[in-house]
């Protein structure tokens, strides 16, 4: 299993202290350094800054949201910052849900997630072989554009930079059952949300029929500290805020994903409480339990312990959020 360092997205402003623990992962033997974008702080930049402070390792968006770009400027980004890093890109990419899609990006929401992740994916695919010119009769990104309110006059066209690689693996933020067992077979890996060594049995149909060398790269906080509970807490303060506020009441995916995971009340009474303006206790009411499965926290001996879990499973990459250099240099030598 190696070990990858997540960064996310900005909260207010930069972390001054995220490039200095790129650097000090890359030097500590991790594999690879990811950011992520919601709506501020965008994914490709931060991690160009870091690519020119570091040589050696990989560069992934966890995740690039769809909705952000066509399939076609994603692909730019990505085929430009793969050249500019020397071949260390990893494109990760996230559909989101409605309340985001719609009230951010100002797009409609996919009827067909599905459908549309494929298309998106394909036209990537695409650009980086460089066979042709860009061609899909699609439903949501067809190429050329073939709406009632065009002109006619597009013309399929092939990427003017040559791409440094066809096969630029690209990975998908998939939570729903279906969406993941399509993940497997149009992409070159998965990055689960929340994932407990505990309960491997939730993607167990979804993951069937995973091909040779697809990755499974979840996410997870990490923290070497003397108090359990201590390091819980900023656990529990993401959750509250994905489970309560990353979503309608309606229609929360990551709140879905976590009654799926044997928390359907907790889950529900933590979005009630968070859309109710009552966000503390929201937090609060976030399992304990549920918020260990997914973290690795707590004295050095105990997180050695928890990381054998994680190594036993189907996890190829863990990708921690880890808030300090000593946490991150543990993780290498518990990981050998």
Same mark, same amino acid.
């Given at each position: 299993?190696?070990?990858?360092?997540?960064?996310?997205?900005?909260?207010?402003?930069?972390?001054?202290?995220?490039?200095?623990?790129?650097?000090?992962?890359?030097?500590?033997?991790?594999?690879?350094?990811?950011?992520?974008?919601?709506?501020?702080?965008? =994914?490709?930049?931060?991690?160009? *800054?870091?690519? =020119?402070?570091?040589?050696?390792? &990989?560069?992934?968006?966890?995740?690039?949201?769809?909705?952000?770009?066509?399939?076609?400027?994603?692909?730019?980004?990505?085929?430009?910052?793969?050249?500019?890093?020397?071949?260390?890109?990893?494109?990760?990419?996230?559909?989101?849900?409605?309340?985001?899609?719609?009230? *951010?990006?100002?797009?409609?929401?996919? &009827?067909?997630?599905?459908?549309?992740?494929?298309?998106?994916?394909?036209?990537?695919?695409?650009?980086?072989?460089?066979?042709?010119?860009?061609?899909?009769?699609?439903?949501?990104?067809?190429?050329?554009?073939?709406?009632?309110?065009?002109?006619?006059?597009?013309?399929?066209? &092939?990427?003017?930079?040559?791409?440094?690689?066809?096969?630029?693996?690209?990975?998908?933020?998939?939570?729903?059952?279906?969406?993941?067992?399509?993940?497997?077979?149009?992409?070159?890996? *998965?990055?689960?949300?929340?994932?407990?060594?505990?309960?491997?049995?939730?993607?167990?149909?979804?993951?069937?029929?995973?091909?040779?060398?697809?990755?499974?790269?979840?996410?997870?906080?990490?923290?070497?500290?003397?108090?359990?509970?201590?390091?819980?807490?900023?656990?529990?303060?993401?959750?509250?805020?994905?489970?309560?506020?990353?979503?309608?009441? =309606? +229609?929360?995916?990551?709140?879905?994903?976590?009654?799926?995971?044997?928390?359907? =009340?907790?889950?529900? +009474?933590?979005?009630?409480? %968070?859309?109710?303006?009552?966000?503390?206790?929201?937090?609060?009411?976030?399992?304990?339990? %549920?918020?260990?499965?997914?973290?690795?926290?707590?004295?050095?001996?105990?997180?050695?312990?928890?990381?054998?879990? *994680?190594? &036993?499973?189907?996890?190829?990459?863990?990708?921690?959020?880890?808030?300090?250099?000593?946490?991150?240099?543990?993780?290498?030598?518990?990981?050998?």
């Amino acid at each position: 299993m190696r070990l990858g360092l997540a960064l996310g997205y900005w909260g207010r402003g930069p972390d001054p202290a995220h490039v200095e623990l790129a650097v000090v992962a890359e030097r500590l033997g991790y594999d690879s350094v990811w950011t992520a974008e919601a709506w501020g702080s965008d =994914a490709f930049t931060p991690l160009t *800054w870091i690519a =020119a402070r570091t040589s050696r390792i &990989k560069l992934g968006t966890a995740v690039a949201q769809m909705a952000a770009r066509t399939p076609t400027a994603t692909a730019m980004h990505a085929l430009t910052l793969d050249h500019l890093s020397g071949g260390r890109m990893m494109l990760g990419l996230g559909l989101s849900g409605p309340q985001v899609v719609e009230g *951010w990006y100002g797009r409609p929401f996919p &009827k067909s997630p599905l459908t549309a992740t494929r298309e998106y994916v394909d036209v990537i695919r695409q650009v980086l072989r460089r066979e042709a010119p860009v061609e899909l009769d699609g439903r949501y990104h067809s190429h050329p554009y073939a709406g009632p309110d065009g002109t006619g006059l597009g013309k399929p066209l &092939k990427p003017i930079t040559h791409p440094v690689r066809a096969d630029l693996p690209v990975l998908l933020g998939a939570e729903g059952p279906k969406n993941i067992a399509q993940t497997t077979r149009i992409a070159d890996g *998965w990055l689960p949300l929340y994932w407990s060594p505990l309960r491997t049995d939730v993607y167990q149909a979804s993951l069937e029929d995973v091909p040779e060398g697809f990755l499974i790269a979840p996410m997870a906080r990490a923290q070497v500290c003397a108090s359990v509970a201590e390091g819980l807490r900023p656990v529990k303060a993401m959750l509250g805020f994905y489970i309560g506020g990353m979503g309608h009441a =309606a +229609r929360n995916f990551h709140a879905d994903l976590m009654a799926r995971m044997g928390f359907e =009340a907790e889950a529900r +009474r933590v979005q009630e409480l %968070f859309l109710d303006g009552r966000r503390a206790e929201a937090i609060d009411a976030v399992p304990d339990a %549920f918020a260990d499965e997914i973290s690795l926290v707590g004295p050095q001996e105990r997180i050695a312990e928890r990381l054998e879990l *994680w190594r &036993k499973g189907p996890v190829t990459d863990l990708l921690v959020t880890a808030p300090d250099p000593d946490t991150l240099r543990v993780l290498a030598e518990l990981n050998g």
